[in-house]
C-alpha cells in the first residue's frame, strides 16, 4: 500500500533570515495537508500569520492560550496560525507548530487546526491551541507565512508541507 | 521510506446518516487515526460519539480542555460512549482522534483528541483537546461513530477517515 503521509516540500531559512515562508503550486492530489514550522522571528512579536493563495482576508479563530501561569480563550477575526520564539527569547530557542488542514482542495470553506508551543525557559512561554477558519471556497493551491509586526524568519527557521491521502 | 501512516477506510456521506461504522479493523497497526470532517452546510446538528467494539455499556469517560468564551475543563465519567466535541453547530469542524496502542489486549484504551469547530465569527469558534478513555482489554477491532445529544444526522459531504500508523 502506498505511504500516504508525503513530503512535498520542505523551506529552511538562510542566512539574513526571510520575510516569508511559502509553498507554491501544492498538487491537489492529496486529501489533508499538514505543516510543521520550527520558527524564530527577528522582531519580539513571536505570532506567525497564515496566508491562503495569497490572501490574508476571510480569517476567523478561536485560540486557548496557556502562558505558563494563566489560561485565557480568545476569538478575533484575522488570520494566525503559529508561534514563533521572539528575538528576545533565549537564544538558539525555536517555537514550534504543527497545523492541519482538512479538505484543502474542496469547494467548502477551509478549516484548520493548529497547537504552537514557544517554550523558552523564561519567565513566560506559550502554548496554544487553535481552530482556524477561511470563509473561502477556492481549492487552496499555496500556503505562506509571514512573521507579525513585518518582522522577518530567522535563519534556521524550518517549514516542512505533507500532504495526506485517505486512499 | 516504508508505508508507516496507511488509510484503512474512508466514507463521505452521499445522504445524511446517523452514524458511520468502520469494522474488521485489522491488529497490524500500532495506532489509529481517525479524523472527521463536517462542511459548512451543516448548519445544525448533532455532536460526535465514539464507541468501540459495539459495547454500548457504561464503559466511557472524557475529559476536556476548551477554549470558547473562556477557558474550561470538565469531564464525564461512567458514559456509554466517548463524545468528540465541539458543539452542537457543526459546520467546519475537524476532529482528529488518535487511539493508542489499540490492538493490545492487556490494557484499557487511550485516546488523545483535538477537536475543532470553525464559524466566520471568531468569537462563535471553538478548540478542544481532549483525553477519553474505555475500559477495556480487548483489542478494537470496530469503531462506531455516532451522532449524540440531537436528533439531526451527519450531513452530506461529511467525511469519516480512518488510519493506521505503524511503529518501526
Redesign the interface.
Known amino acids: 500500500m502506498a505511504n500516504t503521509f508525503v513530503a512535498i516540500a520542505t523551506v529552511t531559512v538562510g542566512s539574513g533570515g526571510a520575510a516569508n515562508i511559502e509553498f507554491t503550486s501544492i498538487p491537489a492530489t492529496y486529501t489533508d495537508l499538514v505543516i510543521l514550522i520550527s520558527a524564530r522571528s527577528t522582531g519580539a512579536d513571536p505570532n506567525i500569520m497564515i496566508r491562503f493563495n495569497s490572501s490574508s482576508s476571510n480569517f476567523s479563530q478561536k485560540r486557548l492560550v496557556g502562558d505558563g501561569s494563566s489560561a485565557a480563550s480568545y476569538g478575533t477575526y484575522g488570520e494566525w496560525s503559529a508561534w514563533a520564539s521572539a528575538s528576545t527569547d533565549t537564544a538558539s530557542t525555536f517555537g514550534n507548530s504543527l497545523i492541519y488542514i482538512s479538505n484543502y482542495g474542496s469547494s467548502n470553506y477551509k478549516s484548520l487546526s493548529s497547537d504552537a508551543v514557544s517554550e523558552n525557559n523564561g519567565t513566560t512561554a506559550y502554548m496554544t491551541l487553535g481552530a482556524e477558519l477561511w470563509s473561502n471556497t477556492a481549492a487552496i493551491t499555496s500556503v505562506s507565512f509571514v512573521m507579525g509586526s513585518s518582522n522577518n524568519f530567522s535563519q534556521h527557521s524550518t517549514a516542512t508541507l505533507y500532504g495526506i491521502k485517505n486512499s | 521510506?516504508?508505508?508507516?501512516?496507511?488509510?484503512i477506510a474512508?466514507t463521505t456521506l452521499g445522504s445524511a446518516q446517523s452514524s458511520v461504522s468502520f469494522t474488521s479493523i485489522s491488529g497490524s497497526y500500532t495506532d489509529l487515526v481517525l479524523?472527521q470532517?463536517f462542511?459548512?452546510?451543516q448548519t445544525t446538528g448533532p455532536y460526535t460519539s465514539i464507541q468501540f467494539n459495539s459495547d454500548t455499556g457504561s464503559n466511557y469517560s472524557w475529559t476536556f480542555?476548551?477554549?470558547?468564551?473562556?477557558?474550561e475543563s470538565n469531564r464525564t465519567s461512567n458514559a456509554s460512549y466517548i463524545r468528540m466535541g465541539v458543539s452542537s453547530y457543526l459546520a467546519?469542524?475537524?476532529c482528529?482522534t488518535n487511539i493508542m496502542n489499540y490492538s493490545n489486549t492487556t490494557t484499557y484504551k487511550t485516546v488523545v483528541g483535538?477537536n475543532?469547530?470553525?464559524?466566520?465569527?471568531?468569537?462563535?469558534?471553538?478548540?478542544?483537546?481532549q483525553v477519553g478513555l474505555w475500559r477495556s482489554t480487548s483489542a478494537i477491532t470496530s469503531i462506531t461513530i455516532s451522532r449524540v445529544l440531537s436528533s439531526t444526522d451527519f450531513v452530506s459531504?461529511s467525511?469519516f477517515?480512518l488510519?493506521g500508523i505503524k511503529a518501526a
Open positions: 521510506m516504508p508505508a508507516t501512516y496507511e488509510p474512508t479524523v470532517t462542511p459548512n452546510s480542555l476548551t477554549g470558547y468564551t473562556n477557558a467546519n469542524a475537524i482528529i483535538r475543532n469547530f470553525g464559524a466566520p465569527s471568531g468569537s462563535m469558534q471553538e478548540t478542544q483537546a459531504g467525511t477517515t488510519y
